[in-house]
């Protein structure tokens, strides 16, 4: 299936920065998703977006689904330990195709040094 | 229930037994999916089940991968024959409907040795 382009790969931050990631496609989505997994645990959701140019918070989390639809990013302010773990997005098209048109980024290891 | 329930958590086995992985979605939930991670990696597509449709298959990896949702609930992933690479999280998922967003259980562990 697509692929979306997720970056970084990693992170290595001090704590207190702000983290910035995002995704990219070359085609176009209807939803955006974010999503962050703890180790050993299940993809928790983090954040939803429904409309092009939409922004959307959660606490420290801010999410943008890009206005031509094939992108979004995930901003994190003021960074603290419990923020490590991987997050994901996943990009949404609702035609009813294969696996609900959902596809999944590979994921950005956020690391968190005090 | 409340979430998204995987049974079991853990799972070590021999190479070459059967296994089966056993998903309850949240109540409701029409939509359910299986993905796969493998270790440090990002989420493989396995199946996905929506009420009474027939499934979409497309990213089981082999004939040894089957999966089947009695009832549209409770939903059953079995690996036969099970190699050393398929050792990995399973990821069990469900929506209330097709194009809802999606939730996930804590995954089964499964270890090949």
């Known amino acids: 299936g697509q692929q979306l382009n997720q970056s970084p790969q990693s992170m290595f931050i001090q704590e207190g920065e702000d983290v910035s990631m995002n995704c990219t496609s070359s085609s176009i989505f209807n939803t955006w998703l974010w999503y962050k997994q703890d180790p050993g645990e299940g993809p928790v959701l983090l954040i939803a977006l429904y409309k092009a140019g939409e922004l959307t918070s959660n606490g420290r989390l801010t999410a943008q689904f890009g206005i031509t639809r094939k992108d979004s990013f995930l901003n994190i302010s003021a960074s603290i330990p419990s923020d490590v773990g991987i997050y994901f997005c996943a990009g949404q098209l609702n035609t009813g195709g294969g696996a609900d048109g959902l596809t999944f980024g590979k994921g950005t290891h956020l690391i968190i040094q005090p | 229930g409340a979430g998204v329930s995987q049974s079991p958590s853990n799972k070590v086995t021999e190479k070459g037994k059967d296994v089966e992985l056993r998903c309850d979605p949240i109540s409701g939930h029409t939509a359910l999916y299986w993905y796969r991670q493998s270790l440090g990696q990002g989420l493989e597509f396995l199946i996905y089940?929506?009420?009474?449709?027939?499934?979409?298959k497309s990213g089981l990896p082999s004939d040894r991968f089957s999966a089947e949702r009695t009832g549209g609930s409770v939903s059953t992933l079995t690996i036969q024959r099970t190699q050393q690479e398929d050792s990995a999280v399973y990821l069990c998922?469900?929506?209330?409907?097709?194009?809802?967003?999606?939730?996930f259980g804590e995954g089964s562990w499964l270890t090949v040795v």
């Open positions: 089940f929506q009420g009474n449709s027939a499934p979409d």
């Open positions: 998922a469900s929506s209330r409907y097709s194009g809802n967003t999606i939730y």
